[in-house]
């Protein structure tokens, strides 16, 4: 059975910094895109950060450049999101995701990532 599991999330100050983990189960996930993606309320499910191992290429949302990071470990099939400099309009659910087809070929699209993990409230206070 396929599951991802996300932790790290929590409630931290303006300004903080947090470190969420993905680790996955049930097959390989070596070449499958690896995305990150958050729901705050009210609002849609919006992505945020993704890696494909394969060709050792990251993207990210405007919103995370430069203050989020995306790494993995295949050997321990685990992603990370190094999330710094957090503001309040980070709030959100955030969820991992995987997209078995991506390979070399990054989407920032929901729908083309068919494993999601449970999710992990981030909670930024002002």
């Known amino acids: 059975q396929v599951q991802l599991v996300e932790s790290g999330g929590g409630l931290v100050q303006a300004g903080g910094s947090l470190r969420l983990s993905c680790a996955a189960s049930g097959r390989t996930f070596s070449r499958d895109v690896m995305g990150w993606f958050r729901q705050a309320p009210g609002k849609e499910r919006e992505f945020v950060a993704a890696?494909?191992?394969?060709?050792?290429?990251?993207y990210y949302a405007d919103s995370a450049q430069g203050r989020f990071t995306i790494s993995r470990d295949n050997a321990k099939n685990t992603v990370y999101l190094q999330m710094n400099s957090l503001k309040p309009e980070d709030t959100a659910v955030y969820y991992c995701?995987?997209?078995?087809?991506?390979?070399?070929?990054?989407?920032?699209?929901?729908?083309?990532?068919?494993?999601w993990g449970q999710g992990t409230q981030v909670t930024v206070s002002s």
């Open positions: 890696i494909s191992w394969i060709v050792s290429r990251t």
């Open positions: 995701a995987a997209d078995p087809e991506g390979w070399s070929t990054i989407s920032a699209t929901a729908r083309a990532y068919d494993y």
